[in-house]
């Protein structure tokens, strides 16, 4: 799972658009598989999440938030907001070749919005409904880790990650869940077998546009009081610096890069339809 402590890119390029268009086609052989009518409703959701990006987060219900409460302790999460989601996200695989994609069920993220710094965990619901309590306990010690590594290296005045560092980062926040919530490898093994299972019945979205959408859940629900009390000055120099930074262009920037992926993905299902005698793009 890439969880970079800020959105992966302030600026995105040539380099995301070519990128996207090659998801695209590993997703649609994914949708393919899939009844006719269940790709329609995945095509759906998409164009809905494109059109109220915000639409894509809901809260945690008091339930779910005890739990995960319970498993990690309160005070660990008091100052990050978690909230939960349809879809499964994708990245360029950190772990794998340099043409794959990595699958995750979680992402956290921190935002300036309004003058003040926001962490937030995103957990997919599905995966939420269905894992047991240690795999639970494994995947927040990760996200809850990967945020401390990189705010750690922010504080170091490192503005940037390459797929290598987020590989390390990856890795030493792996082994610190481990740690934490005393997992056995035979169940690792089956929470990724979980997650792979919940990426063909789910939709899947990219990084940035999953980023982005949280910014806008953020920013359109900003004056409640629910969430206005999680806000955090600025941590070290880099924060300060990218206080600066207008976060709502890369929004507006990688919500495009979504509509991008949704005309690649349509134009590999085209023939889906047809083959049933069916329209569904």
Same mark, same amino acid.
């Given at each position: 799972?890439d969880?970079?402590?800020?959105?992966?890119? @302030?600026?995105?390029?040539?380099?995301?658009?070519?990128?996207?268009?090659?998801?695209?086609?590993?997703?649609?052989?994914?949708?393919?598989?899939?009844?006719v009518?269940?790709?329609?409703?995945?095509?759906?959701?998409?164009?809905? !999440? #494109?059109?109220?990006?915000?639409?894509?987060?809901?809260?945690?219900?008091?339930?779910?938030?005890?739990?995960? =409460?319970?498993?990690?302790?309160?005070? /660990?999460?008091? =100052?990050? &907001?978690?909230?939960?989601?349809?879809a499964?996200?994708?990245?360029? !695989?950190?772990?794998?070749?340099?043409? !794959?994609?990595?699958?995750?069920?979680?992402?956290?993220?921190?935002?300036?919005?309004?003058?003040?710094?926001?962490?937030?965990?995103?957990l997919?619901?599905?995966?939420?409904?269905s894992?047991?309590?240690?795999?639970?306990?494994y995947?927040?010690?990760?996200?809850?880790?990967?945020?401390?590594?990189?705010?750690?290296?922010?504080?170091?005045?490192?503005?940037?990650?390459?797929?290598?560092?987020? /590989?390390?980062?990856?890795?030493?926040?792996?082994? /610190?869940?481990?740690?934490?919530?005393?997992?056995?490898?035979?169940?690792?093994?089956?929470?990724?077998? @979980?997650?792979?299972?919940?990426c063909t019945?789910?939709?899947?979205?990219?990084?940035?546009?999953?980023?982005?959408?949280?910014?806008?859940?953020?920013?359109?629900?900003?004056?409640?009081?629910?969430?206005?009390?999680?806000?955090?000055?600025?941590?070290?120099? &880099?924060?300060?610096? #990218?206080?600066?930074?207008?976060?709502?262009?890369?929004?507006?920037?990688?919500?495009?890069?979504?509509?991008?992926?949704?005309?690649?993905? /349509?134009?590999?299902?085209?023939?889906?339809?047809?083959?049933?005698?069916?329209? &569904?793009?």
């Amino acid at each position: 799972m890439d969880t970079s402590n800020l959105p992966e890119e @302030l600026e995105l390029g040539d380099r995301d658009r070519r990128w996207l268009a090659r998801a695209a086609n590993e997703v649609a052989e994914m949708l393919k598989k899939l009844a006719v009518n269940e790709i329609a409703k995945m095509l759906e959701f998409y164009n809905n !999440s #494109l059109l109220e990006p915000a639409s894509l987060y809901t809260p945690l219900e008091r339930g779910e938030a005890e739990r995960i =409460r319970r498993l990690v302790g309160a005070e /660990r999460i008091e =100052r990050t &907001i978690i909230v939960k989601t349809e879809a499964l996200i994708f990245a360029p !695989s950190i772990l794998g070749s340099a043409g !794959s994609l990595d699958y995750g069920t979680a992402m956290y993220r921190r935002f300036f919005i309004r003058d003040a710094w926001f962490s937030v965990i995103a957990l997919n619901e599905a995966y939420l409904r269905s894992v047991s309590e240690l795999m639970l306990r494994y995947m927040l010690e990760h996200e809850i880790a990967q945020g401390e590594l990189y705010g750690e290296l922010a504080k170091q005045g490192i503005k940037s990650f390459d797929r290598e560092v987020k /590989r390390l980062v990856h890795e030493k926040a792996r082994l /610190r869940a481990i740690q934490q919530s005393s997992i056995t490898d035979e169940e690792i093994e089956e929470e990724r077998q @979980l997650i792979l299972d919940l990426c063909t019945r789910y939709p899947v979205i990219p990084t940035h546009f999953a980023s982005a959408a949280l910014f806008m859940y953020l920013d359109a629900n900003m004056d409640l009081a629910a969430v206005k009390r999680f806000g955090m000055p600025s941590q070290g120099q &880099i924060e300060e610096e #990218l206080a600066n930074a207008d976060f709502s262009a890369w929004a507006r920037s990688s919500i495009e890069l979504f509509r991008l992926f949704l005309k690649e993905l /349509r134009k590999e299902l085209a023939m889906t339809g047809a083959e049933y005698g069916i329209e &569904i793009v």
